[in-house]
């Protein structure tokens, strides 16, 4: 090995971060100082805010990029060379020279895609493996055939850096894989951000991983719509995005909001639980029907008086409301008045909530001409006594009566979603046939995930008259960007946050915003981020919505992401053939059809980086019975070693299974030179925990499993999206046939692992 070639990498690798502690001490003054300036006004509040918040996001990227800051070099034909890495840096001279490239600026794109077959103008690419600050080792190859000159660091294996990545322990922390992209995976991550891109992939082929970069590229290229708008990544389960969850910010990127389909009902903690067949009918499409027949329903009518109540004592000719108004007696609100309020409310389309000011304005109009014709009537025929002022004083003390509010409240109630769904549950009999009205029905209890569908469509169909506010926030608005102008003038040379590569400009604010859009800016600088923000706002839309795990959604919450994202730009990451949930939905196509017809993409990736082949082929026979022609992915790579299964004597199941999870905590374990000691999973039905934990070291039943301990217990359901070094699936054919399992959960199961994979049966007995 040539220590020429590596000392002159170090020499170099250690500039880089000497410039990332020089660029982090700026960040950390100017945060420091901006906060500590003494404001009075809101113009002097307002730039403090905004340059707060450009020197912590500054701060954050830069902190969040220490490790493995460099990892690549790419030397052109014509001698020119880049080095690439997490973020792209500038040197501190006048011409401000490139010193690293981000890894997502065109300049870097052929250290991903270059082959000896289509070099792209490449000689060599080089991979630089660090420890901390310290450059470990060095993978070359060469690209251009005809060059002979060499380095000494020559790799004979191409994939020698990847599969190292692949092989190394699993932390219970998902790690980017920034450094070895691979050519299928980079199309989909730089794809253009307009329309609905689909990416498909058996287990293990880098959905999670590609969407996530796609997320990080996104916002590097689309930054100043991205970061007001923010990205929302939607993942299956709390757990699955706690161990995803440090892969953006490792890329330099924060303002991704992250979130179960659970937690989209701001306000709305969804912690219940429900049957399969319950989640099945709340997901069905015709719910949305359901809700409209439910909120019509509430828009009532009189029924008949009882016997002996009206006017003249007797049975009314037609059904009315008796109202007793406070000053003038008994008025009648027939029932021919309310349905012409009625109609003339919902032909104004609006939202039920919204609507009912025109119900309630009707509603007066037909009491007050009533109560007119009653006081001024000429007792001689002729035409009523009463002038216009009268009429409208008498419409004042109309529309001013607690008992006509009583009488509009009972006809057309102001209802929350909460109280919509909630009667809905209690009593779905009139929607529902009986089986699936069973199913659902509940009186009390914490809401659960399929609930947040219903109450999000619910909001909708019910609108909140929140017209005092958006004025307020309006007038608001439009001091903010008076004040902007004059932040404009004064952030003249500021920069945005991109010290990049040659490729993009270093951008003065002054040239990319006008008043407007900096008033948006400071207003989230104001308070938090665009990401937190949305989070608090069931009404955000998204600039980006990414889904993980996408066939499991029902179409419920299909219709809810949609709301989420007018503009449609989305990317969708999902395998048919792990699909667990009953309410998932069908095809790609029956899903995006009725929001964009055929115009969406579809990708898809076919190797899988996680599971060796021998487990791969031992998942994917689990799956032939039911679809014998069944192909898994191609698994990069073997390690020899077939599943193990073994079978355990009636009543000793905890045992069996814990002697598997020690020899797979050893299989973790052992043969790494670069130490870790992994992490290793017991899959098992959850009505087998108790009995298990008592079993497993450091293992509790029930909660929210803690994906850093070595050794977790986990349902099928809750293993979905993650991986392991060894897995220990208990009582696989329970798993399989079991109402709340399935054979897609069982493959999920048997396809998490990255080494080491035991099968543990109780015998029959
Ligand atoms: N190019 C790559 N370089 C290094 N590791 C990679 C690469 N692509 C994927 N991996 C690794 O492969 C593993 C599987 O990736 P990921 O979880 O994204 O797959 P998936 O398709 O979402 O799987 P599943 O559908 O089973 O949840 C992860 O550890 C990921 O880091």
Not at 125 to 154: F, K, N, P, Q, W
Not at 575 to 596: F, K, N, R, S
Not at 613 to 630: H, Q, S, V, Y
Request: aromatic share 4%; net charge negative; with cysteine.
């Amino acid at each position: 090995m040539s220590t020429e070639e590596l000392r002159d990498e170090q020499q170099f690798v250690t500039r880089l971060y000497e410039r990332l502690d020089t660029l982090r001490e700026q960040a950390e003054d100017a945060v420091a100082t901006t906060m500590g300036q003494v404001t009075t006004g809101l113009q002097a509040r307002v730039e403090r805010d905004v340059g707060v918040a450009e020197h912590t996001g500054r701060l954050s990227a830069l902190n969040a990029v220490d490790t493995g800051l460099c990892f690549g070099r790419i030397d052109h034909l014509d001698g020119s060379r880049h080095h690439i890495g997490r973020i792209g840096m500038r040197a501190d001279d006048p011409q401000h020279t490139p010193l690293l490239v981000d890894w997502r600026a065109p300049v870097a794109r052929p250290f991903y895609l270059a082959t000896g077959h289509e070099p792209m103008g490449l000689r060599r690419r080089r991979h630089i493996t660090s420890r901390d600050r310290t450059v470990t080792a060095l993978h070359d190859e060469l690209l251009d055939l005809a060059d002979t000159t060499r380095t000494g660091h020559e790799s004979h294996d191409a994939d020698e850096v990847l599969l190292a990545a692949l092989g190394a322990a699993r932390t219970g922390r998902m790690a980017d894989i920034v450094r070895t992209i691979q050519a299928e995976q980079d199309r989909i991550i730089r794809a253009p951000r307009h329309g609905v891109l689909v990416v498909e992939g058996g287990p293990g082929t880098g959905k999670t991983a590609v969407a996530l970069h796609r997320a990080a590229y996104l916002l590097y290229a689309h930054r100043e719509q991205l970061a007001r708008r923010a990205v929302l990544i939607v993942g299956p389960n709390p757990a699955f995005l706690g161990y995803i969850g440090e892969v953006l910010p490792s890329l330099g990127e924060t303002g991704v909001l992250l979130a179960t389909p659970g937690e989209l009902f701001p306000g709305v903690h969804a912690t219940g639980t429900d049957t399969p067949e319950a989640a099945e009918v709340k997901g069905r499409a015709a719910m949305a029907e359901v809700l409209v027949r439910a909120v019509a329903d509430r828009q009532s009518l009189p029924e008949a008086l009882p016997e002996g109540a009206g006017e003249e004592g007797g049975t009314l000719p037609e059904p009315a409301l008796e109202i007793d108004h406070e000053e003038y007696g008994t008025l009648l609100l027939h029932r021919e008045m309310a349905q012409e309020a009625r109609d003339r409310a919902r032909s104004t389309g609006l939202p039920h909530n919204l609507a009912r000011p025109h119900f309630a304005f009707r509603v007066v109009d037909a009491l007050t001409a009533q109560l007119a014709d009653r006081l001024g009537a000429d007792p001689y025929g002729g035409e009523n006594l009463l002038g216009p002022d009268d009429i409208a004083q008498l419409a004042k003390e109309v529309a001013t009566s607690a008992a006509v509010h009583a009488a509009v409240e009972e006809l057309w109630p102001e209802l929350t979603p909460q109280r919509l769904v909630a009667d809905l549950l209690a009593d779905p009999a009139p929607y529902l046939a009986p089986g699936d009205a069973e199913a659902v029905r509940r009186t009390d209890g914490p809401w659960t995930p399929a609930d947040v569908p219903l109450l999000d469509e619910a909001a909708e169909l019910l609108g909140a008259d929140d017209s005092a506010a958006r004025a307020a926030a309006e007038a608001e608005r439009q001091d903010r960007i008076a004040y902007a102008r004059g932040v404009l003038e004064l952030s003249h040379g500021s920069q945005t946050y991109e010290f990049e590569d040659e490729e993009s400009e270093v951008l003065a604010a002054h040239d990319v915003i006008d008043a407007e859009r900096m008033a948006d800016r400071h207003e989230e600088a104001d308070h938090r981020s665009a990401a937190a923000r949305a989070a608090a706002d069931r009404t955000w839309a998204f600039g980006h919505v990414i889904v993980d795990e996408a066939q499991e959604l029902s179409a419920m919450a299909w219709r809810l992401l949609m709301r989420r994202c007018p503009t449609r730009s989305m990317t969708l990451v999902g395998d048919p053939a792990q699909t667990g949930d009953a309410a998932g939905c069908g095809t790609w196509q029956e899903i995006l059809g009725p929001y964009v017809g055929d115009r969406w993409q579809h990708a898809r990736l076919g190797v899988n980086y996680r599971t060796p082949a021998e487990i791969m082929e031992f998942a994917a026979e689990l799956r032939r019975d039911r679809d014998p022609g069944f192909e898994p992915p191609r698994s990069v790579r073997s390690t020899g070693a077939p599943p193990r299964e073994t079978t355990a004597e009636p009543g000793r199941l905890a045992g069996a299974v814990a002697a598997a999870a020690a020899e797979g905590r050893r299989a973790a374990r052992d043969g790494r030179p670069e130490g870790g000691e992994g992490r290793t999973a017991v899959i098992a039905p959850a009505r087998l925990h108790p009995e298990l934990a008592a079993a497993l070291p450091g293992v509790r039943a029930g909660g929210e499993p803690d994906l850093t301990r070595p050794l977790v217990l986990l349902d099928p359901r809750a293993a979905k999206g993650l991986e392991f070094d060894s897995v220990v699936v208990a009582e696989p054919d329970l798993i399989r046939s079991a109402s709340a399992y399935g054979v897609n959960d069982l493959y999920v199961a048997c396809t998490r692992a990255t080494r080491y994979l035991a099968v543990v049966s109780s015998a029959a007995g």
